[in-house]
Each structure stands twice: as C-alpha cells, then as structure tokens.
C-alpha cells in the first residue's frame, strides 16, 4: 500500500520496488492506484515494468511485472503535496479496508503500508485512536493485540498504548502483562529467535525502591513475570525503565515489554528513528509500516530513504511465513 | 569527598586532583580520612603531595599543597571492597553532614561528592530516598528545590522525582511546574546561558492527541508554560516526550523539564551515562556528583574513567562563581 499520496509513501514504495531488494522475500503486489504508483516513479526518479489488474484474483503468480490492483481511487493530481489532505486520508482508509478484505479471504498474506496520516485519516473518516485499532476492528479481532516497535537491536512490546498514563497505570493487570508476554514470545519466535530473551519494565522509578515509590513491582508485575518464566517463557525482570534499554541495546533482550507507551518510544526514537518498524501484532493478518511518518517537509525531492520501507516488507515476508508454518 | 571508600570514588577522586585538571577552576579542599585518600592514589598508581588539617578553618588560601580536612573517621583496612557496606555508609553520611555544616557556616562555596552507594547510607542510618532530600534536610531548605542532571548536549529538571508514577500525575500542578521551570531558567544562567530554552515534555502519549489521551497539557501544562513565557522565561511545550528529546539532542534546548523520573532517565542515560552529572538544584549550596555510580565490579582495578567526577567539579565550580556575583 503506497501510503498516503501527499507524503513521501509513493517515492519510497517505488524505490524499494524498482531495486527488488524485497523480492526474494515475498510475492509482492501494490493495491492501490496506478497514478499513485507513477507519481511515486516520478519522484523517485525510477521506471518499473508493471500490469494493471483490476481485480487481486486476476493476478498471475509468478507474475511477469510486478502486479498492480488498480482500485483506480485516487487521481493525486487533484491532491496537495507536503500537506493534511482529507481526502488523501479517505483514500488511505478505504484502500486499507479492501487490503484488509482480501487478508480476510485469504488473498494476502501480509499488508505492509508505505507512511499514513494520522489527521488526514480522521478528517477522511476514520477516527481511530491508531491504525492498530482500526486493524482490529476492520478485522473483527477481539483478543489481546499490540503496537510492536522494531529496530535493529530490539523489538518493544506494549501493556498499554494510546491512554492516558493516568489510565495507562489502571490497565496494568496481570492478564495484560501475561498477554503482552505471550505476544512478544509468540511474535520474537516468529521473527526466529528460538529462545526469545524478554525483559519486562518496571512501571515506578528505580523499580519501585523495594515498594518505597509504589508496589505494582512487587503486586502485580514481579509475579506474573515469575510465574510465565516457570512456564517456560524467558522472561527477567522487572527492571528499572532508565536500565532495561541500556540492556537491551547492549544485546541482552531480544524484546522489551513496556508498561506504558513513552517508556519504549522515549528510547527506540533515539537509537534509531529512521531504522524502525511498526508491527501490529497479534491480529491474524500480519501489518508492517516504517515508523517514520510522511515526513511533509521533502515530499517530492526524490531524497526520501526507502530503508524503513524495504525493513517493514522483509518483518512481514518473515512474519507471514511463520505463520504458514 | 571521596565517595563511599568500597567504590571506585577515592580512585576517581585521586586520578582528578593528580591532574589538577580542575585545579584553575576552584580552590579545592578535600573533607574525609587521609587514609582514604592514601587508598586512591594506590588504587589509581598516583601520589599527591597533600597537607592534612585537623580543621578547615586550619586551611591556609592559597595552599602550598592539596589541603585536606582529616577527619580520622575511616580506617579503609577495615572495611570490604566492592560490596554494600553500612559502615561506609555512616561515614559517607557523617562526612557529608560535617561538609553540609561547613558550607553552612559560609566555609565551602560548593560540595562534589564522588559516587555514594545509597543501600549503604540506608543501612549506615541515612534512611532519604535520595541525597537532594538528605541535603535538603541537613541545610533546613524548605522550598523547591530538585535533582538536574547535565549531559554535555542539555540538562533535565524533574517536576517530580521518587515518588512512584501514580502520586507523580497528582503532583503535576501548576505550582510545581512554574517551581521547576523557574529553577531552570535560573540554573540554566548561572551555567552561562544568557536566555536559556528550556523544552517542556508532555505527561501523556503524544501530547494527549488534543485531549484524546488525558487532559494534563490543556489544562496544566500549557497555560503554565504560556504564562511564564508572558514573563520573559524562553520556555515552549508541551512536546511530546518521545520527540523532546530528539529536540534536545540537535542543539534546540538548553535544559528540558520533564514531569517524571523516568521521561529524562530514559533518554540521558541512553545519551551518555558516564559523561553525566547529577546536580542538587535549588539549595543555597551547590552539590554535585558524577551521574554513575560507585561500580563495584572494578573496583581497585585502576581502570575507572574520572571523567564524570572531572566535569561535576567543573560544573560545581561555574554554579558556585554564579552565586557568588
């Protein structure tokens, strides 16, 4: 999914298309439409051989060009560059409801989506919290699911996410942080770490200073970790937010599971904003995006890093293949 | 004041005064056991002429030598090396209480403590959550006052600190924030920045999505920030606190003030935990100390880096010259 077309999704999408780096990895088809895919050739400044079709079932594999589903949705001629546009946001909807459908057929494996607008899908209709709460409800799902954040050297897993932190410390329960540990297990397998090393982080300062500045450590979280651990998940901790990361760029942890949504955010944008992917996991369909957004300020330069991009669609191809296992 | 003596503190502390690299920034007095001292410099394979004083009034300015102040309460021989110990604890304790009183009879302009061990001060009857609360006790302070922490890119000031995350969120108010930013402004002068930019983080994820995910920056926040910015102080914020320190890094912030612990650990830790300085703001006398600890596995190895300790002294020697104009 090419992203939303005033931003820089299409370039990216159509330079890590033209390289092929992500070929090997998956059986790649663009949903969307093709003049969004041209503009995204012209900013990169690349040409790829590619066939219309107009629907996912017409498309032959293996596939002589690259195949495009033509939703044939969006004119970008008629859209603004480099700003919110309402109706670029209601394109992105709608073209991630029908990518959405097609997973629900069992047409697509994976959907990895080039940037998105978070105000322009408001303003185009749908209001969601964040684009995992869409997914979860455009998919039906009603168990546990999450915003995974995935660098290099990590990947971060969340109790909470988009609440207030005042709500965020309520929603601390031993069944989300159970749940949250079994998705970071499941999902660090997936990616293949046979024996995924998980650290879990304190909620209070300093870990709570043996319950001086708070208890949940000793109540809720220290418990629940120990009693997963004796199940057979490698999970340690808790640890004390302003150490767990120090670890964790140091090797130790193959996953981090937060309490709250600035902990992890506050330390993976600072060791490598650009590098990063947002995964949604524990839906049945696997959902990758790169975690910089349209970045506004360059659209249409033709210096826009696809490195993001091109990491979100090998975590899916990976993702997805784990999941046929 | 060399430390607590089953740490790396005496080596640091003989390593900086040997090289006298902070030497033209202040006239320096060490308050503590010559035995202590003796200690360092074998720990670190250097001898400094020193001469001992039974009191500091006893010190003569300019000194032919590196005066210190014996105080004959540590005997290092009979005490472990590398491990917690309660009754380094009460001599780290009683040494700083005696430099508190100096400083309070107008004899110490500043006090730079290398690394303390705070299980030992709890068990050596030094029961504070932290030592800007023990100083503030020992100098009677009772208005605000808070811990700053220095990397070389920017400094943090906590709006509250080791309390545990749910009485954080109460303690956000107004007054506090206005206590904080007020600190700031003026710590950040006497540092040398003649208006300096201080960046105020958000409480909640994303700012609080325009009240979607709390209300803390609409109602507090903000209009606190606003109000001092009408006075004159160069504050701007709320910013989210996963871009903040993004800011902070590329040189757009001379300080940030954070609501929690957490929020300014995470990210300096992350940036340069070594480098770091941790201050004692607010007080009439300065107290700084190097933001790591007393690292117990290399103790006696010769190898710690008084980097930290270097740069606390400096630090302590601008703050102090501020006050004294």
């Known amino acids: 999914m090419l992203g939303d077309p005033t931003g820089i999704g299409p370039e990216i999408a159509a330079k890590v298309l033209a390289s092929n780096v992500a070929g090997d990895a998956a059986r790649l088809v663009v949903i969307g439409d093709a003049r969004v895919l041209d503009l995204g050739m012209r900013d990169a400044g690349v040409r790829i051989p590619y066939t219309a079709y107009a629907r996912l079932e017409d498309v032959p594999w293996p596939s002589p060009a690259l195949p495009v589903v033509d939703l044939g949705n969006c004119d970008p001629a008629r859209l603004p560059r480099g700003e919110v546009s ?123 200073e043996n319950g001086l500045f708070g208890d949940e450590e000793i109540r809720i979280i220290r418990p629940t970790v120990e009693r997963l651990r004796a199940e057979g998940i490698g999970a340690t901790g808790p640890y004390s937010s302003d150490t767990i990361f120090l670890k964790a760029r140091r090797g130790e942890f193959d996953g981090v599971v937060m309490m709250y949504h600035d902990q992890g955010q506050i330390a993976t944008k600072l060791l490598g904003f650009n590098k990063g992917v947002t995964v949604t996991a524990g839906l049945e369909t696997v959902f990758t995006t790169p975690a910089h957004g349209t970045a506004f300020d360059i659209v249409g330069q033709g210096k826009a890093d696809p490195g993001g991009l091109e990491y979100a669609l090998r975590l899916a191809a990976r993702l997805a293949a784990a999941r046929a296992l």
């Open 86 to 208: 309402p109706e670029a946001g209601r394109v992105c909807g709608e073209t991630l409801e029908r990518m959405v459908g097609f997973a629900c057929e069992g047409r697509l494996d994976a959907v990895t989506f080039a940037p998105l607008n978070k105000a322009a899908l408001h303003r185009g209709g749908y209001p969601f919290p964040d684009e995992h709460q869409m997914f979860a409800r455009l998919t039906g799902h009603t168990g546990f699911y999450g915003e995974m954040n995935v660098i290099p050297e990590f990947a971060t897993f969340r109790v909470t996410s988009h609440v207030s932190l005042r709500q965020a410390i309520d929603l601390i329960t031993p069944e989300r942080i159970e749940a949250a540990l079994r998705l970071a297990d499941t999902t660090l397998r997936a990616l293949g770490h046979d024996r995924p090393r998980i650290g879990v982080a304190a909620l209070n300062p300093h870990c709570g």
